[in-house]
């Protein structure tokens, strides 16, 4: 329970930050908004030992019991270590933030406000048990993820930027949505954790790879996966926090969150380990080999989180693949789930810490292009320690954190090549291939990073401003991760024990009754010289070379044309729905009342007949019809004589004569079918009608057909004459037949009786629709006011020439 | 008299459709009004025109018509009133304004999009 409302901790501070950001001008807000993820993550801590033991923790909070929606929080070993990622890496961004954004400058209320709800969200979408929740905090971040990017709203590319990754990521959740609604009525629940518990029968069902696809789209979308990643390196228009926070540490990694929690029910199937795993690899590949091409340092590193991405997405389906392995828990196939979240704790601190450098970097020199940057090494040491550490780390060399999960990574690849039950065996080792070329240009963007933006020559003319070292306070935070990737390297078994293997033990509950069980054991050097660490000395060596010849082969990447991109692809069918929509809808909606109406009459004839010939609902019976005497046939002969005449008449004066005439006979009907009071009432109305009709007459123009052509004359009369078959058969069925007796007869038993009266129609009005009348009189004041209005308000048009004059 | 009544029901609607489409304004509003017709004249035959007193309580009388259509009709004549005296002045202020009854012409301009 107090962990549910927990989750809402940052959106209810962020009720204050407005406030705060405006009357404490003095301080930055910052320092405030601070407290808030220091305190989560203190807490998140506590559970620490429990989830270790393979305890879980649950809260729940009944939302609309009725359709089984509640707000859970479900800490178990996956989701506290990214509640863990969340709060930590969102305290040392929100410090980093303190000093990367101006006070003075900047509108730090919207800043911290987006960032709050984005934490709440994020907290919400890992340890929401139910999937309506999940999805609900799902949008809820691609949303503030939207607002963040676009923080800086005055500039074109940040508003770009902010659409495209909402378009996107939004289509990804609608269709993980449709997913879920897939699971639920394959397993009659939302919650994952019953759905896991029944993932044997869900299996079997026809609906299974539908909802699988449909949840890997929107894990792919939100990841950053080929070919949906291109929103990635356009949202780095937000400012370089939110960058390090959202678009690197955590936001990123909700896909690679879903694929983790739908693991135990989807790996199942084959489709599942194949596509995960090969999407995966592709990213990999594509990320690694576009960053080499950036030459924004931010756009290297969003390239390089793409392929990381992939990576950690690659072993994912690599772990699903030993669902189908006996005893997988003893063999090699045991490395790549353990890898996978491993790399996902590396990635956030070396990714994190990179992140922070470009910003301070921008921040200190004005420009992040890094062919005007070189030479920075002498001019701020330890912001270059803190880069260097990161991208070796990236590049997965030792002593850092990178190269252990680099390692596990290669194990688990060479495990695909030794699985052979679905796809062509070889299919594994092109995996392999792919990702040991993917990892060289991981090497080679590493460095060109690092030692391009460092080392080289210094060009102080071509910076805006003249480069010095970041204030202390912005090196803090990418120093403390700077530390954990060193440390992590030196005690990786204390951070499996405590962080990795509970959270293995979530992701493949199918091997692993508990964390005790992960029999994983990692060491920088096993005693001999295995395959991996031959691959790693390759890439080392590859690596190296190809770096030293990157100014002779970099040209190469303008040989792909720009016209082929996936972006191109985006834009237009943007401008492509845009103007195509806007064309489809001018088509219709072209103003005339007339179009209007012909579409809805239209649409009435064909839903009426329709609906007449499907329910085959004609029917004409003669029986019971009261008889036609002479009077009847004079009167419609007049009444049609009156109708054709206002339809052909050429003046006014006749139309409207004509038109009383119609409404005298309509009134002589009345009479004739017993309606006494109906006649006495059309007779008053119709009179005061022409009079109306006769007294606006001389403000109205003439009559004219406004040169109406033969063509507008004739699909009128087509509208027309459907409407009038449809009504003329409708009133036919309704006469001829009754679905259910009238429920008059309980007027005529009652009126006397219950309202005192002989006259029913009277009495009907006044007594038992009394309600009815008194509104019908409002009606009718109300169009005596706008009558009043209409005539007494003086011309506007009339107005303005006066002004003129 | 019911499928007699029927087609002139039928052909009030046609006539009152086909000049609402027209393009003079007055010939809208004409429309309008024979499509109120046509509505009061089919509530009161889909309730049948069997009965044979009018439905006021006298001694010895029971057969009378279904009072109910006749009170909606009622309700409906007042209201179609209000309407056409509506469409009458909405007529005379747009004619006034613009200087045109033209439906063609009085389509508003692009300046919201």
Do not use: C
């Not at chain 1, 759905?195 to 029968?201: F, G, K, N």
């Amino acid at each position: 329970m107090i962990s549910v409302l927990l989750l809402f901790a940052p959106v209810a501070a962020a009720l204050f930050v407005p406030f705060l950001a405006s009357r404490l001008r003095g301080i930055h807000t910052g320092w405030f908004v601070l407290a808030v993820p220091v305190l989560l993550f203190i807490y998140y801590m506590g559970f620490l030992p429990q989830v270790k033991d393979g305890g879980v923790h649950i809260g729940e909070l009944s939302w609309i019991p009725s359709y089984g929606i509640s707000l859970t929080s479900y800490i178990d070993g996956l989701s506290l270590m990214f509640s863990l990622l969340i709060t930590g890496i969102g305290a040392l961004v929100v410090l980093y933030s303190i000093f990367y954004l101006d006070k003075a400058k900047e509108r730090l209320g919207n800043f911290y406000v987006y960032l709050l709800m984005f934490m709440t969200a994020m907290l919400g979408v890992v340890q929401s048990d139910n999937m309506i929740a999940l999805y609900g905090f799902w949008e809820l971040t691609s949303i503030s993820s939207f607002l963040l990017i676009g923080y800086w709203y005055t500039r074109d590319r940040s508003r770009f930027g902010a659409l495209k990754s909402m378009m996107i990521t939004v289509f990804g959740g609608l269709m993980m949505l449709g997913g879920f609604v897939l699971l639920y009525l394959m397993g009659g629940t939302f919650s994952v954790r019953e759905l896991v518990s029944m993932a044997p029968e869900l299996a079997e069902h026809s609906l299974f790879t539908w909802a699988l696809v449909l949840v890997l789209l929107g894990a792919f979308t939100k990841s950053a996966q080929f070919p949906f990643y291109i929103w990635l390196p356009d949202a780095m228009e937000a400012p370089t926090p939110v960058s390090a926070y959202l678009h690197s540490a955590t936001m990123v990694k909700a896909g690679l969150y879903l694929v983790a929690r739908f693991t135990p029910i989807f790996a199942a199937s084959e489709i599942w380990v194949w596509l995960v795993t090969s999407v995966g690899v592709l990213t990999l590949f594509w990320g690694s080999f576009f960053a080499v091409k950036q030459t924004d340092l931010k756009g290297i590193l969003a390239f390089s989180t793409v392929s990381q991405l992939g990576l950690i997405m690659s072993l994912l389906g690599a772990s699903a693949a030993a669902f189908h392995v006996e005893g997988a828990a003893e063999t090699m196939f045991k490395y790549a789930g353990f890898a996978a979240i491993f790399h996902l704790v590396n990635h956030a601190a070396f990714k994190g810490s990179l992140f922070m450098v470009a910003g301070i970097v921008d921040h200190e020199t004005g420009t992040r292009d890094i062919r005007k940057l070189g030479g920075l090494m002498a001019l701020m040491p330890v912001t270059f320690t803190i880069a260097l550490i990161g991208s070796l780390s990236m590049a997965g060399l030792p002593p850092f954190g990178g190269f252990l999960s680099k390692e596990l990574f290669l194990t688990g690849m060479l495990s695909l090549g030794e699985l052979d039950l679905f796809a062509p065996a070889s299919w594994g080792t092109v995996l392999l291939v792919v990702a040991w070329i993917a990892s060289v240009f991981t090497f080679i963007y590493s460095f060109y990073f690092v030692f391009r933006t460092f080392t080289g020559k210094h060009k102080p003319d071509l910076l805006p401003k003249s480069a010095h070292e970041a204030p202390a306070g912005m090196l803090i935070s990418p120093a403390l991760l700077g530390l954990i990737v060193v440390a992590i390297f030196f005690v990786p078994n204390f951070v499996g024990d405590w962080i990795v293997k509970p959270a293995v033990a979530a992701v493949q509950p199918f091997m692993y009754g508990s964390p005790a069980d992960v029999d994983v054991h990692v060491a920088a050097w096993h005693g001999h010289i295995t395959p991996e660490l031959m691959m790693t000395i390759g890439i080392v060596i590859a690596g190296l070379v190809l770096y030293w010849l990157l100014p002779k082969w970099q040209g190469a990447y303008r040989i792909f044309p720009e016209y082929l991109t996936l972006n191109r692809l985006y834009d237009s069918t943007m401008i492509f729905a845009e103007t195509g929509m806007n064309r489809l809808s001018r088509s219709y909606m072209n103003g005339l009342i007339r179009s209007y109406l012909i579409y809805m009459f239209a649409g009435i004839v064909i839903i009426v007949l329709g609906s007449m010939v499907v329910k085959d609902a004609f029917a004409v019976s003669f029986e019971g019809t009261a008889p036609i005497g002479p009077i009847e046939i004079g009167l419609l002969a007049v009444l049609v004589a009156s109708v054709v005449t206002t339809l052909i008449a050429r003046k006014r004066l006749t139309a409207i004569l004509a038109l009383g005439a119609a409404g005298y006979v309509v009134a002589l009907l009345f009479v004739i079918f017993k309606a006494p009071d109906l006649a006495l009432t059309q007779l008053v109305i119709e009179t005061v009608s022409v009079a109306l009709y006769l007294l606006a007459f001389y403000h109205l123009p003439k009559l004219s057909r406004h040169d109406e052509k033969r063509k507008f004359r004739v699909g009128n009369a087509i509208i027309a004459a459907g409407v009038g078959l449809m009504m003329a058969l409708l009133a036919m069925s309704a006469s001829s037949q009754k679905a259910l007796p009238s429920i008059s007869q309980f007027y005529k038993d009652t009126v006397y009786s219950e309202a005192g009266g002989g006259n029913i129609v009277n009495v009907i009005l006044v007594d038992y629709r009394g309600f009815d009348t008194l509104f019908e009189i409002a009606v009718l004041s109300i169009a005596a006011i706008g009558i009043l209005g209409m005539i007494k308000l003086r011309l506007s048009r009339k107005g303005d020439q006066h002004e003129k004059q | 008299m019911e499928i007699l009544m029927s087609v002139i029901i039928g052909f009030l609607f046609m006539a009152a459709v086909y000049l609402i489409l027209s393009r003079s304004l007055i010939r809208v509003i004409i429309g309008t009004g024979l499509l109120s017709h046509g509505a009061h004249l089919l509530i009161l035959t889909m309730g049948g025109f069997s009965g044979s007193a009018p439905p006021v309580l006298a001694d010895g009388v029971t057969d009378f018509v279904d009072p109910l259509p006749q009170a909606l009709i009622l309700t409906a004549i007042v209201i179609s009133f209000g309407v056409t005296a509506v469409f009458l002045v909405m007529a005379y202020r747009a004619y006034q304004e613009l200087e045109t009854d033209n439906m063609t012409l009085l389509k508003g301009n692009d300046e919201h999009d």
